[in-house]
């Protein structure tokens, strides 16, 4: 009788096991399903995507896998890994992803004085240059005119810069709107900034020149890198006059699905 009593205490256990595991399995599969069915997926974040969940539990599927593509369950300069140079064009630098101190651009050329807002020497990717150049000569078919008064920055450059704006608005604020050294795009030469010449204003949204280039500047290959509403991802502020070049494959796909690069860069380039 004890036999038998023992026998089936095992059996309800073993059934006890098997309805517990099963449960736990089909749990999990209904929050990775809903995961896995967005857009911009990607199967490695898979374990971030659940634990900001938690954190997160009134934010949309969506919401959580665009965060988390942009690495927003790592606070800005924590985490940080090293671009990589071997992107060239694609190449994503930002608060997350940092340039070494001794990375000086890629394929750097001058450029030419008039298209320079002021008398300085300006210098950028060759390949971003030439795009550049044209975009400007259709801006000017136009009736635009607009001129370049940041492009190429060196890693010592931006030390100063940034140190500056620290001294005058302190370090919480100057992280809005200016990158620490190693983390600005200007050092690929990828990056311009630019202002208008028919209007004299520092709110380049302003003026006729920015709406062109919001609406043409990807069919050169380039994109509104920090964007007005897109503050929380990029970590930086609105920045309207900033430009930076990625391709026209990669520019028009940010420009037709309104994504910002970090999102780019996370499910097209090194999720390859």
């Not at 140079?85 to 001058?110: A, M, Q, R, S």
């Not at 390949?127 to 150049?133: M, N």
């Not at 200007?186 to 010449?197: C, E, F, M, N, V």
């Not at 503050?231 to 920045?239: H, I, K, M, V």
């Amino acid at each position: 009788m004890q036999k038998i009593i023992i026998f089936n205490s095992l059996i309800l256990i073993l059934i006890f096991l098997i309805f517990y595991f099963y449960s736990k399995k089909n749990s999990d599969n209904d929050f990775t399903y809903p995961f896995s069915k967005e857009e911009y997926y990607i199967e490695d974040n898979l374990e971030r995507y659940l634990k900001y969940y938690e954190q997160n539990q009134k934010k949309s599927f969506s919401d959580i896998v665009r965060e988390i593509n942009c690495n927003l369950d790592y606070q800005f300069y924590n985490g940080v890994e090293r671009s990589n140079p071997l992107d060239k064009i694609l190449i994503l630098v930002n608060k997350h992803y940092t340039l070494d101190k001794d990375f000086e651009g890629f394929d750097l050329v001058k450029v030419d004085d008039k298209y320079a807002y002021y008398d300085k020497e300006y210098y950028m990717n060759q390949e971003a240059y030439e795009k550049f150049v044209k975009m400007w000569q259709d801006a000017n078919l136009a009736g635009c005119d607009f001129g370049i008064y940041s492009a190429y920055r060196s890693y010592e450059r931006q030390v100063f810069l940034y140190n500056n704006y620290v001294t005058v608005d302190g370090a919480e604020k100057a992280d809005t709107y200016s990158a620490r050294a190693g983390s600005s795009e200007h050092q690929t030469g990828l990056a311009i900034d630019l202002k208008s010449r028919t209007k004299k204003t520092d709110y380049f949204e302003t003026t006729e020149e920015y709406d062109w280039l919001l609406k043409n500047s990807y069919k050169y290959g380039f994109i509104l890198r920090y964007k007005e509403d897109k503050e929380y991802l990029t970590g930086y502020q609105f920045e309207p006059w900033h430009y930076r070049y990625c391709g026209v494959d990669c520019a028009t796909y940010i420009y037709e699905n309104d994504i910002t690069y970090e999102e780019y860069y996370e499910y097209f380039i090194k999720n390859k």
